[in-house]
């Protein structure tokens, strides 16, 4: 492999395997591993905590400021709000699960993490990474659609669930899915030239192996 920086748009439905090869391609190829999933689920929390429904968000983000910023964790870079981070089991709890589409869906809040994300190339850089992976919904789309590498991972919906429910997880992944890709700004929709990978039939090491071996073709 050779000095390049690589920056991957990783984007699928729930329960798809994302954050899973993510984190598999971070630790293989020392990229910095972006869910942006998880800035949706703590925008969420922190409009939820003030009361503001998916309908108030563009009035309140209008007149109010959500300082963001970022700390990198163990190869991970993780949004803070205000200074404060947030506990996984707090942004993967069934209120976000069930609510999270519906914020997401707001401009006002697509808007106001635009450009944060975008800046995570730079914090990679900064950070000493070789590349990032950012995986989410519209990665390859709109937020880096010049990635290097583009992928769309995909699963039947019936082993989707069932990995939620291994996880423990009490998450509606298809009426999520419907919201995702049927709403107007941003939906998941695979972006041109991406690879599809079926994460239903192939175990996370051959997930894995298969994008690294496209990676390395693109030396
Ligand atoms: O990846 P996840 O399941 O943690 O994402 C939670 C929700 O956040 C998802 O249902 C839709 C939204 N999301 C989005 O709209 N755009 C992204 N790039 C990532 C997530």
Known sequence: MSSRFYVVALDGGAGTGKSTTAHSLSRALNLMHVDTGSHYRAITRA??????????????????????????????????????????SVLRSPEINESVSDFSSQASVRELLFDYQRTQVQVARENNFDGLVMEGRDIGTVILPDADLKI???????????????????????????????RKIAPLIPANGCIHVDTGVLGIEEVTKSILDVIETLT
Not at 61 to 80: E, Y
């Open 47 to 88: 409009l939820l905590d003030l009361n503001i429904s998916p309908g108030d968000a563009g009035g309140y983000l209008n007149k109010n400021k959500l300082p963001l910023s970022t700390q990198v964790i163990d190869g991970r870079s993780c949004l803070l709000i205000d200074g404060a981070g947030f506990e996984q």
């Open 152 to 182: 769309f991972l995909e699963a039947d919906s019936g082993i989707r669930a069932n990995r939620r429910i291994q996880d423990g997880e009490s998450d509606q992944i298809t009426n999520r899915d419907e919201k995702d890709t049927s």
